[in-house]
């Protein structure tokens, strides 16, 4: 168990990063986006973000129950004794707003074409689609915004910088 408890710890440690550097690019995306009032051409980063925190929470997870097999107090250092259930309860929000991101990044679903009477498709207003774009950036944004402060305020800053496997 030991072994597994310190491979799961690095690992959770270094995706950590992972999660920092996809949020970095999804608000960077957001935010350009956002200004240039342009159409979303990939839902790359939010993908990206929601994906690394999904990993993250899953190895956070997999800790919290090897610990509790163990028990073993999750954060011994911690600032509080109830700090490994704010952890574990950010790092869940977390990832609900990351995944409402990545959705408000998602084109929305298409409805079926107009035809006149005639026969001929129907011609669909150009601004309404301007205006779902710029719909689409401000909703990612938000929601990317929302999903940085539990993930800053959930990293325990006073443990290493990069664990490896027993620091």
């Given amino acids: 168990m030991d072994n ?6 690095t ?5 950590r990063w992972l999660v920092l550097l996809t949020g970095i690019w999804a608000l960077v995306n957001a935010f350009s986006g956002v200004r240039a009032r342009g159409p979303m051409t990939s839902r790359a980063p939010f993908a990206s ?11 956070g997870l997999a800790l919290f129950a090897m610990m509790g097999m163990g028990g073993m107090a ?50 669909t207003p150009t601004p309404a689609a301007v205006n779902d774009e710029i719909t689409r950036w401000r909703g990612a944004l938000l929601w990317t915004i929302l999903a ?11 443990r290493p910088v990069l664990r490896m496997f027993g620091q």
């Fill in 4 to 9: 597994t408890y310190l491979l799961l710890l």
């Fill in 11 to 15: 690992a959770h440690s270094w995706v």
């Fill in 49 to 59: 973000f929601m994906g690394s925190i999904h990993l993250q929470v899953l190895l």
């Fill in 148 to 158: 940085w402060i539990p993930l800053l305020l959930a990293i325990p800053w006073w």
């Fill in 74 to 123: 999750p954060f011994p250092d911690g600032p509080r004794d109830s700090f490994g259930w704010e952890h574990l309860g950010l790092g869940l929000l977390a990832a609900v707003f990351a995944t409402m991101a990545n959705r408000a990044a998602k084109a929305p679903a298409r409805a079926a074409p107009v035809f006149v009477a005639d026969g001929t498709p129907a011609p």
